[in-house]
């Protein structure tokens, strides 16, 4: 009889489990993202986000967690109930970079997620404060080699895009400059708009509409094309420094155990997304890429996190990028 009623017992949760992912969202959402608002990575967490909520019915709401170059509100991401209502928005930094430069991170990159899929790519642009004394990269490069810690370069924390791209930059051109942490790279552009930090790696959509309305300097694009948003800012091979080639991108995740259908649920939804026309249009005229279909997958964001994780590793350990 005792088995009988435990057989029911589990019955019962496997069916209120299954009603559950059935009707799955039945409240709103919370994404977790790891900078603060305003930044690169917040903006395109709204953006994408907001045709999500309207398919999936209910409020995705945005929580920023900042600290440690995102590591500190992706490992409360990792370690939130794998239930489908904490999600987060991560990216090169959190999911590549993070490993090389946090040897006690506590969370695996490619092990302790859920892949939901692909959000947008985000062109690195090397961009410094209007009063710069400096007209294009060559007489950038030449300043900051002269000029060597009194020049002070902002990123948002070690292991974010910033300060990865940031420490890859300096290793390629010899530049020593001060490093300056920020809570995130919006942060950190209203002090170069304040012409309180001298320059710094950064993703295209948070510098894009600052560089259109001549507020700061933009001295190249580090992608093998010029962007559509900047077409006027050389990439960094025809300003002559194409050993600088680097793209970040941003990408949804959920806790490792997150069931599949809850998965399905929110990369259907992330993909109606990328498929919207006025969600494109916001990500597009920032000078955000979206992905082809092909790379909107679970699988085709686990294989980049792997590849990630194995390119930037080796790139900062010999850039003698330190860990926390
Ligand atoms: C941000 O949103 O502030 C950026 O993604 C931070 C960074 O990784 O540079």
């Not at 001298?198 to 580090?222: C, H, L, R, W």
């Amino acid at each position: 009889m005792k088995k009988l009623v435990l057989t029911l017992a589990a019955l019962g949760l496997a069916a209120t489990a299954a009603q559950a992912q059935g009707t799955y969202p039945t409240r709103p959402i919370t994404m977790i993202v790891p900078f603060a608002a305003g930044g690169p990575t917040d903006v395109i967490a709204r953006i994408v986000s907001d045709n999500m909520s309207r398919t999936l019915g209910q409020q995705i709401v945005i929580e920023n967690v900042a600290g440690a170059g995102g590591t500190t509100g992706i490992t409360r991401a990792a370690q939130s109930q794998p239930d489908g209502y904490t999600i987060m928005m991560g990216h090169m930094g959190t999911h590549g970079a993070a490993p090389a430069l946090y040897p006690n991170l506590k969370y695996d990159p490619a092990k302790d997620f859920a892949p939901i899929g692909l959000a947008a790519g985000t062109p690195i642009v090397i961009v410094a404060k209007k009063d710069f004394p400096a007209t294009d990269l060559k007489s950038f490069l030449a300043y900051l080699q002269a000029n060597g810690d009194k020049v002070n370069m902002a990123h948002a924390g070690v292991g974010s895009v910033s300060h990865s791209t940031g420490i890859f930059f300096n290793s390629v051109v010899k530049a020593k400059p001060t490093m300056v942490a920020y809570r995130g790279t919006g942060p950190a552009l209203n002090d170069l708009m304040g012409n309180t930090v001298d320059y710094m790696t950064d993703q295209i959509v948070n510098v894009a509409p600052q560089i259109q309305g001549g507020n700061i300097k933009a001295f190249a694009i580090a992608t093998a094309e010029r962007s559509p948003a900047l077409p006027n800012v050389p990439t960094t091979k025809e300003a002559g420094l194409e050993s600088y080639e680097v793209s970040a991108w941003n990408a949804v995740f959920a806790p490792k155990g997150t069931p599949p259908e809850i998965v399905a649920k929110l990369n259907d939804a992330l993909v109606k997304s990328l498929n919207d026309e006025n969600t494109k249009k916001r990500l597009l005229d920032l000078g955000g890429v979206i992905p082809p279909a092909a790379e909107q997958t679970p699988a085709a964001l686990q294989k980049l996190v792997e590849s990630e994780v194995a390119r930037w590793t080796p790139v900062l350990k010999a850039a003698g990028a330190t860990a926390e």
